[in-house]
């Protein structure tokens, strides 16, 4: 069986300019090359912002880049057809597409509505004024460039939980389906985090329900695309998502690959969410990628042995996306929490060239990615380097990363592990070994299938060989605060 690896294509700071959605389909084949399986694409549908935002601000979920809305055709990413063309050429090349898809909220509203409200404690959202007020707010969306074509819904005042027209005063809607409360949460982070931002969308609407039933019916059919990732988990209803993926699967006679964003550094949490949704989503480990960053920033101090501790990687490794960083956590976003450059090779051996998880690789970490951002001095040029060795541990998960796995993390700065490999795949296995600190060896077991075989560090930081001896085991080097990835010579040509 192939290892699936998955691969986020864009960031945060994509421009226009960059027309992504033509990018795309050009590198479908390099991506493939790497071992791609799964590309995961950004928001396609409109938003309120136009070509000024990534997607997630939503308008418009039926408007793919076709229709003049919000100053544009194209979105941020380019037209439908070039979407579905990108999409088409992945297929092609055997990789699967998922859609990036953003229900939680809507923005950009055509039309004010005069409507009941109750103000909410930003900090306690379970504290909600007694006294009701009649508040104007733009509500209703009848989406004048599409003119019902594809669908003639209208969303207006019963369709919204909660708004707030400047992220400081939140107001609970009193629409006939509130009765006074937010929609239920698994996690009481502020009391309740039904609320994130802009129109927050009531799935206790029988009609919202159907409405977006039948639009996830419209996108498959008309993109082709494979699987799902959903957006702010944490702040939707859990029994939605149980109902809308059900629907889908019935109406469409299979299962899609469905992973989900739940932002919560606590696996407890993770694993409510995922015996609640009954294993229908597959989650990041949000606790991996935080153990990354805090290992990045301590070096030495930071006890390697303890990297996979309280991660979903661990507790429920089947059900575990991994990363190393996204377009959230990448510098000048809101979760900025990005991997120090100097760590992230060893972040992605851990998450590429191990058994347990499926890893996400984050566009920059091939194609780098360079921004303006706004600091305390002014603006300043961001860059996200290409990360050396990503390319090549890539190729290794796809041909040699496979086999009974033997760990070594038996010291605070020193850690290893081997793949033994396997009958079907002639020269797999592989050696890893990541430091911290000062260059050191480590003695490691890869099987006696590879006595009297010769490895060599695919990565290049060591010039020696390793020759196995006859009882499976090497002697394996590593250079001071680096990783490298040791694998038969005769297998070098991946």
């Given at each position: 069986?192939?290892?699936?690896?998955?691969?986020?294509?864009?960031?945060?700071?994509?421009?226009?300019?960059?027309?992504?959605?033509?990018?795309?389909?050009?590198?479908?084949?390099?991506?493939?090359?790497?071992?791609?399986?799964?590309?995961?694409?950004?928001?396609?549908?409109?938003?309120?912002?136009?070509?000024?935002?990534?997607?997630y601000a939503v308008y418009d979920?039926?408007?793919?880049?076709?229709?003049?809305?919000?100053?544009?055709?194209?979105?941020?990413?380019?037209?439908?057809?070039?979407?579905?063309?990108?999409?088409?050429?992945?297929?092609?090349?055997?990789?699967?597409?998922?859609?990036?898809?953003?229900?939680?909220?809507?923005?950009?509203?055509?039309?004010?509505?005069?409507?009941?409200?109750?103000?909410?404690?930003?900090?306690?959202?379970?504290?909600?004024?007694?006294?009701?007020?009649?508040?104007?707010?733009?509500?209703?969306?009848?989406?004048?460039?599409?003119?019902?074509?594809?669908?003639?819904?209208?969303?207006?005042?019963?369709?919204?939980?909660?708004?707030?027209?400047?992220?400081?005063?939140?107001?609970?809607?009193?629409?006939?389906?509130?009765?006074?409360?937010?929609?239920?949460?698994?996690?009481?982070?502020?009391?309740?985090?039904?609320?994130?931002?802009?129109?927050?969308?009531?799935?206790?609407?029988?009609?919202?329900?159907?409405?977006?039933k039948k639009w996830g019916r419209?996108?498959?059919?008309?993109?082709?695309?494979?699987?799902?990732?959903?957006?702010?988990?944490?702040?939707?209803?859990?029994?939605?998502?149980?109902?809308?993926?059900?629907?889908?699967?019935?109406?469409?006679?299979?299962?899609?690959?469905?992973?989900?964003?739940?932002?919560?550094?606590?696996?407890?949490?993770?694993?409510?969410?995922?015996?609640?949704?009954?294993?229908?989503?597959?989650?990041?480990?949000?606790?991996?990628?935080?153990?990354?960053?805090?290992?990045?920033?301590?070096?030495?101090?930071?006890?390697?042995?303890?990297?996979?501790?309280?991660?979903?990687?661990?507790?429920?490794?089947?059900?575990?996306?991994?990363?190393?960083?996204?377009?959230?956590?990448?510098?000048?976003?809101?979760?900025?929490?990005?991997?120090?450059?100097?760590?992230?090779?060893?972040?992605?051996?851990?998450?590429?060239?191990?058994?347990?998880?499926?890893?996400?690789?984050?566009?920059?970490?091939?194609?780098?990615?360079?921004?303006?951002?706004?600091?305390?001095?002014?603006?300043?040029?961001?860059?996200?380097?290409?990360?050396?060795?990503?390319?090549?541990?890539?190729?290794?998960?796809?041909?040699?990363?496979?086999?009974?796995?033997?760990?070594?993390?038996?010291?605070?700065?020193?850690?290893?592990?081997?793949?033994?490999?396997?009958?079907?795949?002639?020269?797999?296995?592989?050696?890893?070994?990541?430091?911290?600190?000062?260059?050191?060896?480590?003695?490691?077991?890869?099987?006696k299938r590879h006595a009297g075989?010769?490895?060599?560090?695919?990565?290049?930081?060591?010039?020696?060989?390793?020759?196995?001896?006859?009882?499976?085991?090497?002697?394996?080097?590593?250079?001071?605060?680096?990783?490298?990835?040791?694998?038969?010579?005769?297998?070098?040509?991946?």
């Open positions: 069986m192939d290892n699936i690896t998955l691969f986020q294509f864009f960031h945060w700071y994509i421009r226009p300019e960059d027309k992504l959605w033509l990018l795309a389909g050009a590198e479908a084949e390099r991506l493939a090359s790497l071992g791609v399986t799964y590309v995961w694409l950004p928001p396609a549908y409109k938003s309120a912002y136009g070509l000024g935002e990534p997607g979920l039926y408007d793919l880049g076709e229709f003049d809305q919000k100053g544009t055709v194209p979105t941020r990413y380019g037209t439908r057809a070039e979407y579905v063309a990108a999409i088409n050429s992945f297929h092609e090349k055997g990789i699967k597409v998922l859609a990036d898809i953003v229900l939680n909220h809507k923005l950009g509203a055509d039309e004010q509505e005069t409507v009941p409200v109750r103000k909410v404690n930003r900090e306690n959202r379970t504290e909600i004024a007694e006294e009701k007020e009649m508040k104007e707010i733009w509500s209703r969306f009848v989406f004048p460039g599409r003119k019902k074509e594809y669908s003639d819904y209208v969303w207006d005042w019963h369709s919204f939980t909660g708004t707030s027209e400047d992220q400081e005063n939140i107001y609970l809607i009193d629409n006939e389906h509130a009765n006074e409360k937010w929609e239920k949460m698994l996690d009481n982070e502020n009391g309740n985090y039904d609320y994130l931002m802009g129109l927050d969308i009531e799935f206790r609407n029988s009609h919202v329900r159907e409405e977006l419209w996108y498959i059919e008309s993109t082709q695309i494979d699987g799902f990732r959903l957006d702010a988990l944490k702040h939707i209803y859990h029994g939605f998502y149980n109902e809308w993926l059900d629907d889908l699967k019935n109406y469409f006679k299979k299962d899609f690959f469905c992973i989900g964003e739940f932002w919560k550094s606590d696996v407890g949490i993770l694993q409510n969410y995922i015996e609640a949704t009954g294993n229908r989503i597959q989650l990041f480990d949000v606790p991996l990628h935080y153990n990354f960053h805090a290992a990045s920033r301590k070096g030495v101090e930071y006890d390697l042995r303890a990297i996979f501790d309280n991660t979903l990687v661990k507790v429920k490794p089947e059900l575990a996306i991994t990363f190393v960083d996204n377009h959230d956590t990448q510098p000048m976003q809101s979760l900025e929490s990005s991997v120090d450059h100097w760590f992230k090779p060893h972040a992605y051996a851990l998450i590429l060239l191990r058994q347990e998880g499926i890893p996400c690789v984050f566009y920059p970490t091939i194609y780098g990615a360079k921004y303006w951002g706004k600091a305390e001095n002014g603006d300043v040029e961001i860059e996200l380097p290409v990360i050396a060795c990503a390319e090549t541990m890539m190729m290794v998960r796809k041909n040699l990363s496979y086999g009974v796995q033997r760990d070594y993390f038996d010291d605070p700065v020193l850690i290893g592990w081997t793949r033994e490999g396997i009958d079907d795949r002639p020269g797999s296995g592989c050696a890893v070994i990541l430091t911290t600190g000062a260059a050191n060896t480590k003695r490691m077991e890869v099987g075989k010769v490895f060599k560090d695919i990565c290049g930081h060591c010039n020696e060989e390793v020759l196995i001896d006859m009882d499976g085991f090497g002697v394996f080097l590593v250079k001071d605060g680096s990783v490298s990835v040791w694998i038969r010579a005769d297998a070098a040509a991946l």
